[in-house]
Structures are given as structure tokens and as C-alpha cells.
């Protein structure tokens, strides 16, 4: 089952790709974990993206495809992936369809986490991110076990640099204008579901065990 997760920041298209991975044993590729792996690790490839990705902007497209389908071509991808933040504009999508068919394969779903601009900002400033693992917990809707450390591996929990209010407001505008239009595009290929979001988490995640089957 190969599967993209659309949705604005903050949706919660994290939380619900790392549930779908576990429900049927794919793969969850988010290339935000990615690019803030990358950065911790000091990579060339951190620095560039470090630099757009504070100001909530977009990493550049050359950066960013290779990288992707370069992972989709690896052998635990063999039985499907839920994609998370990737495609993120229509060139993204367009290089991935091509390489989806010249591999003779196609996404199977697109599913989009559908949450109102008001919701979102609420959420980012509860989110706190791993510093390690990357795990995902907000204080109040997914608080972790013990306050401020994660339950996964002991790490402690931060707020991700991007999550600054005036960063998620910029993250939003760029969302509206270069990853919205998306949903038009998986919807002419037939393969959208939209999802309410402003639901808990264990109903997002039953409306989308509905669509990909039990
Ligand atoms: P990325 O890491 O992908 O960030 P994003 O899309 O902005 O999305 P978030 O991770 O912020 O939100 P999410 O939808 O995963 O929500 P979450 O599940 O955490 O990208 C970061 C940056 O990297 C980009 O800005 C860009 O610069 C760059 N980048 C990445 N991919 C790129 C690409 N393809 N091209 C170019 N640049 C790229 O949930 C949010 C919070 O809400 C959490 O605290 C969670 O616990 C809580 N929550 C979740 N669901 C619910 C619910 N139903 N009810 C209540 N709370 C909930
Ligand atoms: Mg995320």
C-alpha cells in the first residue's frame, strides 16, 4: 500500500503516518524527520535545508525529490510506504508519479488531515518533538508518560525551532500557496480522502482504517 499524507502543519499528518506504520507494517518516510536529521548531524544537507526551514520555508525541490525516491527504491518499500510531507508542491508530485511509473508501480491514497487554519496554532505551541527519536507528543492532546522526556527513548522534548508562532504563521501562507493544490491534483487521479482532523486522534485514525481496510 503506498500512501502520501496531505494536510497543513500541524494536521497531525506525523502522528497518524507513525500509527499507520505500525497498523501495517510500512515504512514512514517524513522528510521533515529527514531534513531535521540531517541538521542535528550537521550534514551539508542539514545546513542547506536549515536555512529555509526556519524561516518556514520550502527546502528546494532539487534537494528534496532525489532524496525520496532514492528511499522508495529501497527493499523494505517493496510492499508499500506511507509518505509524510513529500510531495509538498506540484513539481514534487509530478517527479514522483514519474518515477512511480517508470517503475511500474502508483500511490494508492492520498490522504489529507483536513484541520482549519484557527486550529492549528493552538497545537503547534503544545507540540514537543524528541530531540532524539524524533517522537511527537503534545502537552495536553498526547502528553508523554513523564513530563518533558520521551516515552519511546528517555530523550528530552523540545519545541521544534519552526514551531514559533510567527514561523507557523509563515509555514501556513506557504502551505495555502504551494501545497494546497495538491489536493486537485490527487483528486483528478482519484485517489483522495479527505479526513476530519479536528477530531481526537483515535478518530482520525478509525476514519482512516475505514479507507485502507482493517
Ligand atoms: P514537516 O516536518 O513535514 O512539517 P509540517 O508539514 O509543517 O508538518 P508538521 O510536522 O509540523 O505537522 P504534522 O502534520 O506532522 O502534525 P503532527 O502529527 O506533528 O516539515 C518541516 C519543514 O521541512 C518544512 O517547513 C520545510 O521547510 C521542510 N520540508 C519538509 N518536507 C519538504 C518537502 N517535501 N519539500 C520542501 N520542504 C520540505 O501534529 C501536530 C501537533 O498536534 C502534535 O503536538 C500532535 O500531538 C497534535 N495532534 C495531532 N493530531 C491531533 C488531533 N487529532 N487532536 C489534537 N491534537 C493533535
Ligand atoms: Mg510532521
Redesign the pocket.
Known amino acids: 500500500m503506498k500512501i502520501i499524507m496531505l494536510?497543513a502543519?500541524?494536521?497531525?499528518?506525523?502522528?497518524q503516518a507513525k500509527k499507520i506504520s505500525e497498523k501495517y507494517q510500512i515504512p514512514h518516510i517524513?522528510?521533515?524527520?529527514i531534513?531535521r536529521a540531517n541538521i542535528k548531524e550537521g550534514t551539508e544537507l542539514g545546513k542547506q535545508a536549515k536555512t529555509?526551514?526556519d524561516q518556514?520555508?520550502?527546502?528546494p525541490d532539487e534537494l528534496?525529490v532525489n532524496l525520496v525516491i532514492d528511499r522508495v527504491e529501497h527493499d523494505d518499500c517493496k510492499n508499500g510506504y506511507v509518505l509524510?510531507?513529500?510531495?509538498?508542491?506540484i513539481p514534487?508530485a509530478e517527479a514522483l508519479d514519474k518515477a512511480l511509473s517508470g517503475l511500474g508501480e502508483h500511490l494508492d491514497y492520498a490522504l489529507n488531515v483536513d484541520v482549519p487554519d484557527e486550529n492549528i496554532v493552538k497545537?503547534?505551541a503544545?507540540?514537543r518533538a524528541c530531540i532524539s527519536c524524533g517522537a511527537?507528543?503534545?502537552v495536553v492532546?498526547?502528553a508523554p508518560k513523564t513530563e518533558g522526556i520521551c516515552d519511546v527513548c528517555g530523550s528530552e522534548l523540545v519545541l521544534r525551532d519552526?514551531d514559533k508562532p510567527e514561523t507557523v504563521t509563515k509555514?501556513l501562507g506557504v502551505y495555502h500557496e504551494q501545497t494546497k493544490p495538491l489536493i486537485d491534483y490527487y483528486a483528478e487521479e482519484g485517489i483522495l480522502k479527505t479526513i476530519d482532523?479536528t477530531?481526537?486522534?483515535e478518530a482520525?485514525f478509525d476514519d482512516i482504517k475505514r479507507i485502507l481496510g482493517e
Do not use: C, E, I
Not at 502543519?9 to 502522528?15: D, E, L, S, Y
Not at 517524513?30 to 524527520?33: F, L, P, Q, R, Y
Not at 518556514?56 to 527546502?59: F, P, S
Open positions: 494536510g502543519p500541524g494536521a497531525g499528518k506525523g502522528t517524513s522528510t521533515g524527520d531534513f529555509y526551514m518556514g520555508l520550502l527546502v528534496t509524510d510531507g513529500f510531495p509538498r508542491t514534487q497545537r503547534m503544545g507540540r511527537t507528543y503534545h492532546y498526547a519552526d509555514r482532523g477530531q481526537n486522534l482520525v
